[in-house]
């Protein structure tokens, strides 16, 4: 097995966590603040839109299962890669697209998968594509959040995954199961399920 790490901005983080964990070889899933001008934010400094965090889910995935490709691939049909600050019904800085790495060598690929399908569709590809500056975890309230609210919002269509799968069954190695990341500490003051968008 050889562990890696990538980092994906898709509008709320809830429905993007929620579709990527079900793949093949995605070992964990967290939700979070990425690439933040503020050290650890709350939800509710990163919906100011002055923290220029994206709402972003770290994934950890055995790459012998499912390459780097496969997964950015798998995350691209999860947004509509032309929308600017714009996912759904979500709106704002925080919920712009992006794909950021922690390995250099994953520059190249993703840059050309975005560069591809720009040059396929014809169309402006607003998907930032970059290494990654920082991640902070999003509160407790926030993680695996439509497993414990299963009719809550979500903007990605997560019946597509099976469909996704099945287009690719062979592309993919041995099957692992999702397990958590570490949980995130409870912020101070914190409350257990507020009632609010992502």
């Known amino acids: 097995m050889r562990e890696r790490e990538l980092y994906v901005a898709g509008g709320c983080f809830w429905g993007t966590q929620a579709y990527l964990e079900k793949l093949p070889g995605v070992l964990a899933t967290q939700v979070g603040y990425a690439n933040s001008a503020v050290d650890d934010p709350t939800y509710e400094d990163v919906c100011t839109g002055d923290t220029g965090a994206a709402e ?3 994934v950890r995935y055995d790459s012998d299962v499912i390459g780097l490709s ?3 691939e798998a995350f691209l049909r999860t947004i509509d890669p032309t929308s600017l600050n714009r996912q759904g019904n979500d709106c704002g800085t925080q919920y712009r697209s992006g ?3 922690t390995d250099d060598d994953d520059a190249f690929i993703v840059r050309s998968i ?10 402006d590809i607003v998907v930032e594509a970059e290494p990654l500056g920082n991640f902070w975890p999003a509160e407790r309230y926030h993680q695996d959040y439509l497993k414990k609210n299963p009719g809550g919002y979500c903007h990605v269509d997560l019946s597509d995954v099976g469909r996704f799968i099945s287009e690719h069954a062979s592309e993919f190695g041995r ?5 958590k990341l570490e ?13 609010i968008s992502c």
Do not use: F, Q, T
């Not at 099957?175 to 397990?179: G, K, Q, S």
């Open 56 to 58: 972003c889910v770290r």
């Open 70 to 72: 496969l997964l950015v």
């Open 99 to 101: 794909i950021y790495w």
């Open 114 to 123: 975005l560069a591809e399908m720009r040059y396929r569709s014809g169309a």
């Open 175 to 179: 099957i692992n199961r999702v397990v």
């Open 183 to 195: 949980p995130p500490r409870k912020r101070s003051g914190e409350s257990g399920d507020p009632s």
